[in-house]
C-alpha cells in the first residue's frame, strides 16, 4: 500500500490550498480515508476522515466549516480543500487509509488506521 500526500504548500492567512492522497496497491473503494495533521510542540490531531462511498464525513470542530474532504474512486485520489487558513493549521497533513468493510464505515482515530502516507508541509506564517 502506498499513499502519496501532495499539495502542501506557504499559503497566507485566510487563503486556501487543496491536498492530494493519491493511493496504489489497493482496492481504493474498499477503504476510508482519512487526514491528521502534527505541529511542532502540539499533540496530533485528527482533523477530516471520508467513508469509502464519500457518503459519510467526519471533521474536527478545528476545521470545521473551513475544510472539506471528498474523493474520487476513479482516479484513487482523496482531497482536503482547506479555506480560510490560520495560523493554527500550519502542521505536516498526514493521509491514512483503512479497510472499511461497509460503505458507511467511517474512523475517526489516528488508531484505526493501518497505512500513512509520508506528509506534506502546509505553513500559514501568523
Known amino acids: 500500500v502506498q499513499l502519496q500526500a501532495s499539495g502542501g504548500g506557504l499559503v497566507q492567512a485566510g487563503g486556501s490550498l487543496r491536498l492530494s492522497c493519491a493511493a496504489s496497491g489497493i482496492t481504493f473503494d474498499d477503504y476510508v480515508i482519512g487526514w491528521s495533521r502534527q505541529a511542532p510542540g502540539k499533540e496530533r490531531e485528527f482533523v477530516a476522515a471520508?467513508?469509502?462511498?464519500?457518503?459519510?464525513?467526519h471533521y474536527a470542530d478545528s476545521v470545521k466549516g473551513r475544510f472539506t474532504i471528498s474523493r474520487d474512486n476513479a482516479k484513487n485520489t482523496v482531497y482536503l480543500q482547506m479555506n480560510s487558513l490560520k495560523p493554527e493549521d500550519t502542521a505536516v497533513y498526514y493521509c491514512?487509509?483503512?479497510?472499511?468493510?461497509?460503505?458507511?464505515?467511517?474512523?475517526?482515530?489516528?488508531?484505526?488506521?493501518?497505512?500513512w502516507g509520508q506528509g506534506t508541509q502546509v505553513t500559514v506564517p501568523a
Open positions: 491514512a487509509a483503512d479497510v472499511a468493510p461497509w460503505r458507511t464505515l467511517l474512523k475517526v482515530s489516528d488508531s484505526e488506521y493501518d497505512y
Open positions: 471520508i467513508s469509502w462511498s464519500g457518503g459519510r464525513l
